[in-house]
């Protein structure tokens, strides 16, 4: 394995782990996901292009970056953020429960006709999240091209929910304090 | 490269004056001289005829004010400023607004990009492309069909509400023996030609047409400017800009044939024919890196963090009275963890090494001599080869697989032929 830190971020990273409670490379292994991200790119074609982000049960993160990224490979770490760990009650999940990507798209779509209007993202990508909630029963919601969509209708809370627990998602996995796992591409 | 042109300089009354000479030279290799064309953002199954034009054009004709393009700062401002000489680029490609039939794709060696990353200036000119209207002339990913099925013509689904994506007898998606069942073209092209490699002298409805009622004898479909496609009908390494799909060590700096159609297309208005009041040009501007800047400071914003898993543009847009569209708001995004390549400058110089005679008579030809050559600290397979266009005293050239345009100029000066010493003097 190999770390690609500063000593700053690395220091960060050791008091990550003292309060996470979860020793260094105690990550290398798997559990059951709780809550997952999967971003597949649109404009990308030819090589590994996407990004998978796991929490685990055991509140260690495992994360596939694709290869276009400046540090590909597989990753893992504890989940810093408390709501991650937490996520079976997390209040931002619970906000996206129910979410129909289908469905927003096509309330969007009526509302810009409407107003003699369109919108569309070019080379939009798709993000699917799936987690497990309270009753421990499996969820999956889906959209694309969700952060252009969340700026577009400031309005609508369950863009910004959607793309609340994505942009959590994509912080835990650029995180410098990841250790790779080999082997590396 | 090396080569010689003769503008024919135009007689005026000015004792000196600049020259206006206008020359195509095609160089070793030459490129063939003629495009297709491709499809527009918000065309679909309800407004299948739809052209989306820039922020710019409300309809009105002429010279339009100048399309903005800027760099966001308020994230990843050091980031933002690696970007600054791409885009620069990028605007020099825009409103050079030529193409190539042939030859605008290079990989690996015969490019300047580094191995294992991703040139963003190809990226950035595919992206500015949604942003001022033009869609995938593919499938594409909004399709939601897979490889290789997804480089088929872009089309709407037709009363059965699924794609019938058939390669066809030359088992190549895209081409122009497709099987599309009741498929919706929505990708304009030559009419009786539906050749993606040829460039019409005159672009309007009377030689572009979306519908598939002006397709050669066998042919069963709309073909797009896929790589495969435009390999087969002889136009190696060639492949729209706008065709879906960057990868490693790949630029596409130059527009292909199909690009430029459809932009010029465009430019034909709303009665989409050329010669009428409502045709329209416009230049891009870039306009500095700026802080969370607004529509109002520029019409094209850059931005650099996670907000795309790769590169997007979002386009906001309004109806116009024919059914066409306006942009209203265009937002790029390319990821901030991409292993990019940021190309610094061009990777060519063109120098214009000697014009004689200098000064020349009114009215009689001169000679202008042009090098192109690898730009400093660049390493790229062979030599810089393709198409220079002179005109006044101007040389551009328009690039080459991985070698990238570049301008180089020289002054020059006429006299009244009688009065023009041979010493090269003009008479006081």
Same mark, same amino acid.
């Given at each position: 394995?190999?770390?690609?830190?500063?000593?700053?971020?690395?220091?960060?990273?050791?008091?990550?782990?003292?309060?996470?409670?979860?020793?260094?490379?105690?990550?290398?292994?798997?559990?059951?996901?709780?809550?997952?991200?999967?971003?597949i790119?649109?404009?990308?074609?030819?090589?590994?292009?996407?990004?998978?982000?796991?929490?685990?049960?055991?509140?260690?993160?495992?994360?596939?970056?694709?290869?276009?990224?400046?540090?590909?490979?597989?990753?893992?770490?504890?989940?810093?953020?408390?709501?991650?760990?937490?996520?079976?009650?997390?209040?931002?999940?619970?906000?996206?429960?129910?979410?129909?990507?289908?469905?927003?798209?096509?309330?969007?779509?009526?509302?810009?006709?409407?107003?003699?209007?369109?919108y569309?993202?070019?080379?939009?990508?798709?993000?699917?999240?799936?987690?497990?909630?309270?009753?421990?029963?499996?969820?999956?919601?889906?959209?694309?091209?969700?952060?252009?969509?969340?700026?577009?209708?400031?309005?609508?809370?369950?863009?910004?929910?959607?793309?609340?627990?994505?942009?959590?998602?994509?912080?835990?996995?650029?995180?410098?304090?990841?250790?790779?796992q080999?082997?590396?591409? | 490269m090396?080569?010689?042109?003769?503008?024919?300089?135009?007689?005026?009354?000015?004792?000196?004056?600049?020259?206006?000479?206008?020359?195509?030279?095609?160089?070793?290799?030459?490129?063939?001289?003629?495009?297709?064309?491709?499809?527009?953002?918000?065309?679909?199954?309800?407004?299948?005829d739809?052209v989306?034009?820039?922020?710019?054009?409300?309809?009105?004709g002429?010279?339009?004010?100048?399309?903005?393009?800027? #760099?966001?700062?308020?994230?990843?401002?050091?980031?933002?400023?690696?970007?600054?000489?791409?885009?620069?680029?990028?605007?020099?490609?825009?409103?050079?607004?030529?193409?190539?039939?042939?030859?605008?794709?290079?990989?690996?060696?015969?490019?300047?990009?580094?191995?294992?990353?991703?040139?963003?200036?190809?990226?950035?000119?595919?992206?500015?492309?949604?942003? #001022?209207?033009?869609?995938?002339?593919?499938?594409?990913?909004?399709?939601?069909?897979?490889?290789?099925?997804?480089?088929?013509?872009?089309?709407?689904?037709?009363?059965?509400?699924?794609?019938?994506q058939?390669?066809?007898?030359?088992?190549l998606?895209?081409?122009?023996?497709?099987?599309?069942?009741?498929?919706?073209?929505?990708?304009?092209?030559?009419?009786?030609?539906?050749?993606?490699?040829?460039?019409?002298?005159?672009?309007?409805?009377?030689?572009?047409?979306?519908?598939?009622?002006?397709?050669?004898?066998?042919?069963?479909?709309?073909?797009?400017?896929?790589?495969?496609?435009?390999?087969?009908?002889?136009?190696?390494?060639?492949?729209?800009?706008?065709?879906?799909?960057?990868?490693?060590?790949?630029?596409?700096?130059?527009?292909?044939?199909?690009?430029l159609?459809?932009?010029r297309?465009?430019?034909?208005?709303?009665?989409?024919?050329?010669?009428?009041?409502?045709?329209?040009?416009?230049?891009?501007?870039?306009?500095?890196?700026?802080?969370n800047?607004?529509?109002?400071?520029?019409?094209?914003?850059?931005?650099?963090?996670?907000?795309?898993g790769?590169?997007?543009?979002?386009?906001?847009?309004?109806?116009?009275?024919?059914?066409?569209?306006?942009?209203?708001s265009?937002?790029?995004?390319?990821?901030?963890?991409?292993?990019?390549?940021?190309?610094?400058?061009?990777?060519?110089?063109?120098? #214009?090494?000697a014009?004689?005679?200098?000064?020349?008579?009114?009215?009689?030809?001169?000679?202008?001599?042009?090098?192109?050559?690898?730009?400093?600290?660049?390493?790229?397979?062979?030599?810089?080869?393709?198409?220079?266009?002179?005109t006044?005293?101007?040389?551009?050239?328009?690039?080459?697989?991985?070698?990238?345009?570049?301008?180089?100029?020289?002054?020059?000066?006429?006299?009244?032929?009688?009065?023009?010493?041979?010493?090269?003097?003009?008479?006081?």
């Open positions: 394995m190999k770390t690609a830190q500063p000593v700053g971020r690395a220091l960060a990273a050791l008091g990550l782990l003292a309060w996470a409670g979860i020793a260094a490379g105690a990550c290398a292994g798997s559990a059951p996901t709780t809550l997952s991200l999967t971003l790119p649109g404009e990308i074609r030819g090589i590994d292009h996407v990004l998978q982000v796991n929490v685990q049960a055991d509140g260690c993160l495992r994360v596939r970056r694709p290869a276009h990224w400046r540090e590909p490979g597989t990753w893992t770490g504890p989940v810093a953020a408390a709501a991650l760990r937490a996520a079976a009650s997390w209040p931002a999940l619970e906000g996206i429960t129910g979410f129909d990507g289908e469905r927003v798209r096509a309330e969007l779509d009526a509302l810009e006709a409407s107003r003699g209007q369109a569309t993202v070019e080379g939009a990508d798709r993000y699917v999240l799936r987690w497990t909630d309270g009753d421990g029963q499996a969820r999956e919601a889906s959209f694309e091209a969700i952060f252009q969509y969340a700026e577009r209708y400031p309005e609508r809370s369950d863009l910004a929910a959607f793309a609340a627990v994505v942009a959590s998602l994509q912080d835990e996995a650029a995180r410098s304090d990841l250790v790779a080999e082997p590396q591409p | 090396s080569a010689l042109v003769r503008p024919a300089a135009r007689a005026g009354s000015a004792r000196t004056r600049r020259v206006s000479g206008l020359l195509v030279l095609l160089v070793a290799g030459g490129l063939h001289g003629e495009a297709s064309a491709g499809a527009y953002v918000f065309a679909n199954a309800t407004r299948p739809s989306t034009h820039p922020q710019v054009y409300t309809g009105t002429g010279t339009l004010a100048d399309l903005t393009i800027c #760099i966001d700062t308020s994230v990843n401002p050091a980031l933002a400023a690696q970007a600054e000489g791409s885009v620069l680029k990028a605007v020099a490609t825009h409103n050079r607004f030529v193409s190539l039939a042939a030859d605008n794709l290079a990989f690996n060696a015969a490019t300047d990009i580094p191995s294992g990353q991703v040139d963003f200036e190809s990226t950035l000119l595919h992206e500015i492309g949604h942003c #001022i209207g033009l869609a995938h002339p593919n499938h594409a990913t909004e399709s939601g069909l897979a490889e290789p099925a997804r480089n088929g013509t872009k089309s709407a689904v037709g009363a059965n509400g699924v794609f019938d058939g390669a066809g007898a030359d088992g998606h895209g081409s122009r023996d497709d099987v599309r069942g009741d498929d919706i073209n929505l990708h304009w092209y030559i009419r009786n030609q539906n050749n993606p490699g040829l460039l019409p002298a005159t672009v309007d409805t009377t030689t572009m047409i979306r519908a598939l009622t002006a397709l050669p004898a066998g042919h069963l479909f709309a073909a797009n400017a896929d790589r495969n496609v435009m390999a087969a009908l002889g136009f190696p390494n060639s492949e729209a800009v706008m065709q879906q799909g960057a990868g490693f060590n790949e630029a596409q700096r130059h527009f292909q044939h199909d690009d159609v459809t932009l297309l465009a430019r034909t208005g709303l009665d989409r024919t050329t010669g009428t009041a409502d045709d329209y040009r416009y230049a891009l501007r870039y306009v500095g890196q700026l802080n800047p607004s529509n109002a400071d520029c019409n094209l914003r850059v931005r650099l963090d996670t907000s795309t790769f590169a997007v543009c979002g386009i906001g847009g309004q109806t116009l009275p024919n059914n066409d569209l306006r942009i209203t265009a937002n790029l995004a390319f990821n901030s963890t991409t292993n990019w390549y940021f190309s610094p400058g061009p990777n060519t110089v063109t120098t #214009i090494t014009d004689t005679p200098d000064p020349s008579p009114v009215g009689q030809p001169y000679t202008v001599s042009v090098t192109v050559r690898e730009a400093a600290g660049i390493s790229i397979t062979g030599e810089p080869r393709g198409t220079v266009l002179v006044d005293l101007t040389a551009d050239f328009l690039g080459f697989a991985g070698w990238d345009g570049s301008r180089g100029t020289s002054p020059h000066t006429t006299g009244p032929t009688d009065l023009l010493f041979a010493n090269g003097f003009e008479a006081p």
